[in-house]
């Protein structure tokens, strides 16, 4: 099957890379040995020219897949016309002895690990292997070796992939493939290893799931949410966790590039770097869970990445480094041929001032979990810190930006951007209410500021003719990241005003349960499909303005929407249902767990007012 629907795909991680998995067992996305380095294996993106690591059975007649409960160990079932076979697909990463006060919390081993067993009967098949390094830019030498394994190694560099199997390798042009013929009881395992001195280990494999199995039982049993969700949180924050990069503490938005946003369109981008926005989210969604350390790696990846402290916080960051400069693969068709197949990412460039908020929330809701006792070195530079980002938006508070959806055309006067800016502000007051970390006078100035840009943008941000608060001063576009501004308290949720608004945006950017971004001209040819996170932005308004008959009901149908796994990409097609953009997308999978857990606190205290430092926990 050629260009496989997004939904079709699973992922497995090491919390170092991901791989997508397919629905028939096809894995057709690898970068490594980080999430951003050149694609090993990208059949997603091209299916003549990306690489991919097959299973082939034959003559299949039903498949199935689950994850282990509580894990990212994919089983996939495959039944066939003489036996069933059981695929199971992890990434390593074993336990530590001891948890290390900074750092990585388990042990990756740079590998994929793929163990086929036959339940019943009998089943044919083999493995195969073919690798197009460099985003397929560079050509593969594959090398048998002494041990029976084969090197599939760059013409151009000596990075490679070693191919270790139970069951005899072969070389067969531009592919290694591991032929086999299992009875009942029988099985063969296959691994790719990406580090130069591993031999692939083959014979510990059953060891090495055991190992990936139980840290993963470890970590998800620490997950605090216990609501009627659970299952839908917790695979969620599996996904998030997968997200990070342990070595660095960086949370990336998504594993993917160019998967689009629109078909036909030219809306592709790359979502394997650490965006301010999306990363602070992801520490909110953390918090939520009682994932404090996952947060406190973040701050660690910013502290390292941003030597100024918060002077020159960027919008975006590189994993090891800058993020570099937009670069288009013209020789890679795209998705289902929707090109272009971008590397890098130009908003890198934008001025989005909203972020200033969005850190200022994660800020707030780790200190608040700590007891505002955080690791000495957060809480050393925290005075410092706090006074660049407050300085950042005292200076830009009357500055148009490109804001939240990066608009690539003319900067505005946007209401979210304006509406965080207050939010930094307020967090900051709070901060600076619960521990000593600026001069009276200084925190005084805070406050009045604030004051001062909420009044601007309740007047401003109003259209009487629109009947709502829309995208930026004296427009007549109606914008779903207003609501978001109402989650975290820049308006009251039980407003005439904040009502008409949800109407409004609900009937004019709704697509029944769904809802879009927005409208409007933004830069490019052809509109985007829906935006799944603002579907869920209204389940929490509604649930804010006291209407969980409302809310409750929604938020279970939207869950629905994501793939047999529970994973969900960035959007989805009103009319096909599909989804569209790129997976697994940190942006929903955040949302998700942070309503869930607005729905839960909500549900508990249902009659009694909702008061101001639970709407500011739950974050959006």
């Known amino acids: 099957m050629t260009d496989r629907p997004i939904e079709d795909y699973a992922v497995i991680g090491d919390t170092c890379t991901t791989a997508l998995v397919a629905r028939d067992g096809s894995i057709d996305w690898l970068c490594w040995p980080c999430h951003d380095s050149p694609a090993v294996f990208l059949r997603l993106l091209d299916e003549d020219k990306g690489g991919a690591c097959e299973i082939v059975l034959d003559d299949v007649r039903e498949t199935r897949r689950a994850y282990r409960p509580g894990t990212t160990i994919l089983e996939t079932v495959f039944v066939t016309a003489t036996g069933t076979l059981r695929l199971t697909d992890f990434m390593p990463l074993h336990p530590l002895a001891e948890v290390p006060d900074e750092g990585p919390d388990g042990a990756p081993h740079g590998r994929i690990v793929r163990i086929a067993a036959c339940e019943a009967g009998t089943v044919s098949g083999r493995f195969r292997v073919r690798p ?173 990445a941003d030597h100024s402290r918060g002077r020159d916080l960027e919008l975006m960051y590189g994993i090891n480094g800058r993020v570099p400069e937009e670069e288009i693969l013209d020789h890679l068709r795209g998705w289902r041929g929707v090109g272009p197949v971008r590397i890098g990412n130009a908003a890198s460039s934008q001025h989005q001032y909203d972020i200033y908020g969005e850190f200022l929330v994660a800020l707030h809701a780790f200190l608040d979990a700590v007891d505002y006792d955080p690791p000495v070195k957060v809480n050393d530079h925290l005075p410092e810190a706090l006074g660049h980002l407050t300085d950042h938006v005292i200076r830009c508070r009357h500055a148009p930006d490109h804001g939240i959806w990066e608009l690539r055309d003319e900067t505005r006067q946007i209401l979210h951007t304006k509406g965080m800016l207050w939010v930094a502000l307020d967090r900051a007051v ?178 009694a007012p909702m008061d101001e430092p639970f709407r500011q926990a739950v974050g959006a």
Request: net charge negative; aromatic share 10%; with cysteine.
């Open 132 to 304: 197009t390094f460099d985003y397929a830019r560079d050509g593969a030498v594959l090398e048998p070796e002494a041990g029976g394994t084969v090197l599939c190694r760059r013409r151009s560099k000596p990075e490679g992939v070693r191919v270790a199997a139970t069951v005899p390798l072969a070389v067969l042009g531009d592919r290694v493939e591991a032929a086999f013929a299992l009875r009942a009881g029988e099985g063969v395992s296959l691994v790719l290893a990406h580090r130069k001195d591993d031999d692939g280990d083959i014979g510990h494999a059953a060891a090495s799931l055991s190992a990936t199995e139980g840290y993963w039982h470890e970590w998800s049993g620490r997950c605090t949410y216990d609501g009627p969700h659970r299952d839908s949180v917790l695979r969620s924050a599996l996904v998030l966790k997968l997200l990070t990069h342990a070595p660095s503490g960086g949370i990336i938005a998504a594993s993917t590039t160019s998967l689009p946003e629109a078909v036909p369109g030219t809306r592709n981008f790359d979502y394997r770097y650490v965006w301010m926005r999306d990363a602070s989210f992801t520490v909110t969604a953390f918090v939520n869970l009682g994932y404090v350390r996952e947060a406190a790696e973040f701050l660690r990846f910013l502290r390292d």
């Open 430 to 607: 709070q901060i600076a209410e619960a521990v000593e970390v600026a001069p009276p006078e200084r925190v005084e100035e805070w406050r009045r500021v604030a004051a001062e840009i909420r009044a601007e943008y309740h007047d401003k941000g109003w259209n009487p003719r629109v009947g709502a608060y829309t995208q930026a001063y004296g427009s007549d576009d109606l914008d779903a990241a207003v609501l978001r501004t109402v989650l975290f308290g820049a308006f009251e949720p039980d407003s005439p005003r904040v009502a008409a608004t949800l109407e409004a945006v609900s009937a004019g950017l709704g697509d029944g349960d769904l809802l879009y971004r927005y409208r409007n001209a933004d830069g490019f040819e052809h509109p985007e499909a829906t935006f799944s996170a603002c579907a869920f932005w209204r389940v929490g308004c509604l649930a804010l303005a006291g209407r969980m008959a409302e809310a409750e009901p929604l938020f279970a149908r939207l869950l629905t929407r994501g793939n047999d796994l529970g994973l969900f990409a960035e959007e989805i097609d009103a009319g096909s249902g599909e989804q569209r953009g790129n997976v697994p997308q940190g942006f929903t999978h955040m949302a998700i767990i942070n309503h869930a857990v607005r729905l839960d606190r909500a549900a508990r205290h249902r009659d």
